[in-house]
């Protein structure tokens, strides 16, 4: 039976469909060829078992799949935490990318290779910002300090846009509600975290096997999901979109259902579908064909917004 849910917004509801091994089909037959060689090479790995949870051993799978950084982009890094692309192309715009991770893995030097041909293809400026890594740390410390780094960085003339994917996205999504949301022009979110508490049909359809396991996501969630709904920010329940959104959601991921009831929450939402495609798609762009699809999909988007925000 398909699932149903109760929007915040008055009269819209969410209808999703019913669990169903088959969504494994539309799985591009590319990336599908990398899960497969990941779930090889990872399959000894016990994330919470090692004493660095399994980061090093993520970081050195992504490695494997990226391509050199642009050589059409300025790499500046400005502190501990924070790095500037500038493509040569650079518009009057700023995108403030938060990467995913759930908190616990990656760092910017993952992402660099990836955010550096997104920024070449946008003609964008992109601040990447990094952060403290949980459960080490309590998620006030992780989230604390990069929200308010990354608010005190927003260009006061409101141009600037918040991106993220992931875990990432949640945080941009909750920039853009706060306090200082008259200087965020929008948000884009990249196979975004959007529910707090409801495990959706995703989650069983894609619940293993792909490269973001449901047992982990729910372990991520657990160690941050209180802090967002301390501080105002749960997607599915709220009233109204602070700016408009764009959401770039993969198919193939324990997360798609909640980008889809978020959009039919929010009609104005603007969803997307990176066909083909799984959780973290993206870091596989310049190795992985379709990969390569799906972020010129949201490069040339991001131009779009970038370009008619140029003043």
Known sequence: MAQTL?????????????????????????????????????????????ADYGRAAQS???????????????????????????????????LHYIHGGGLVYYDALDFLPMLTRLAAGSGARIMVHGYAKMPENTADTCLSPLIARIMSALNPDGRDIVIGDSIGGLVALHIAAGPVRDRVQGAVLVYPVLSLSTIFPSYSDFATGLFLDAEVMLWFRRLWADWFVQHGTDPLAMARLPCPVTIFAAPCDILADEARAFAQCHPKADLHWLQGQGHDALLYAGRVQSADVALTQVAEHLKTLVKGNDK
Do not use: F
């Open 6 to 50: 109760l929007c915040a917004v008055p009269g819209n509801m969410a209808t999703l469909p019913e669990p169903t091994t088959a969504r494994h089909m539309a799985l591009a037959p590319d990336i599908g060829r990398v899960i497969a060689a990941r779930r090889l090479m990872m399959r000894k790995v016990a994330p919470r078992d090692d």
């Open 60 to 94: 050195a799978w992504i490695a494997n799949y990226t391509n050199p950084v642009s050589a059409d982009v300025d790499i500046r890094q400005t502190d501990r935490w924070t790095h500037v692309l500038t493509p040569a192309n650079a518009q009057n715009c700023t």
